[in-house]
Nanobody, 125 residues
Framework: QVQLVESGGGLEQAGGSLRLSCAAS????????MGWFRQAPGKEREFVAA????????YYKDSMKDRFTISRDNAKNTVYLQMNSLKPEDTAVYYC??????????????????WGQGTQVTVSS
C-alpha cells in the first residue's frame, strides 16, 4: 500500500516562498509522472503542476508556471513544489499523487495511491 505524505506548508506573507515536499512510501514512483494539486475552501481540487518520470518535462497550470517549480528526487522517492511570489489566492491544501493526462486535463492516476492528508498553505496579504 503506497502512502503519500505531504509537508512543508505553513503561514507565509504575500510575496514569500514555500517549498513543499511529498514523500512516497511502500512503493517507488520512479516510473510515474507525479503531480501536485490544491484545494481551496469551498472549491474543487485543481491541478497545479506535473513532472514526468525522469524530471525532463514539467507542466503547470498557466497561472502558476512563472511562480512555481516542480522537481523530483527518485532516489528519495520525493517530489517537491517550490512556490515563489505567493499570493493570498494560493491559500489551499496541497496534495501530490501520480497523475495521468487525458486530453488537456490532468487527474489523479486511479491505480497508484489514495490522496494523502495534504499540507496547508496559508498566504496572508
Amino acid at each position: 500500500q503506497v502512502q503519500l505524505v505531504e509537508s512543508g506548508g505553513g503561514l507565509e506573507q504575500a510575496g514569500g516562498s514555500l517549498r513543499l515536499s511529498c514523500a512516497a512510501s511502500g512503493r517507488t514512483f520512479s516510473g510515474r509522472t507525479m503531480g501536485w494539486f490544491r484545494q481551496a475552501p469551498g472549491k474543487e481540487r485543481e491541478f497545479v503542476a506535473a513532472i514526468n518520470w525522469n524530471g525532463a518535462h514539467s507542466y503547470y497550470k498557466d497561472s502558476m508556471k512563472d511562480r512555481f517549480t516542480i522537481s523530483r528526487d527518485n532516489a528519495k522517492n520525493t517530489v517537491y513544489l517550490q512556490m515563489n511570489s505567493l499570493k493570498p489566492e494560493d491559500t489551499a491544501v496541497y496534495y501530490c499523487n501520480a497523475v495521468i493526462q487525458d486530453g488537456g486535463s490532468w487527474s489523479r492516476s486511479p491505480n497508484f495511491a489514495a490522496w494523502g492528508q495534504g499540507t496547508q498553505v496559508t498566504v496572508s496579504s
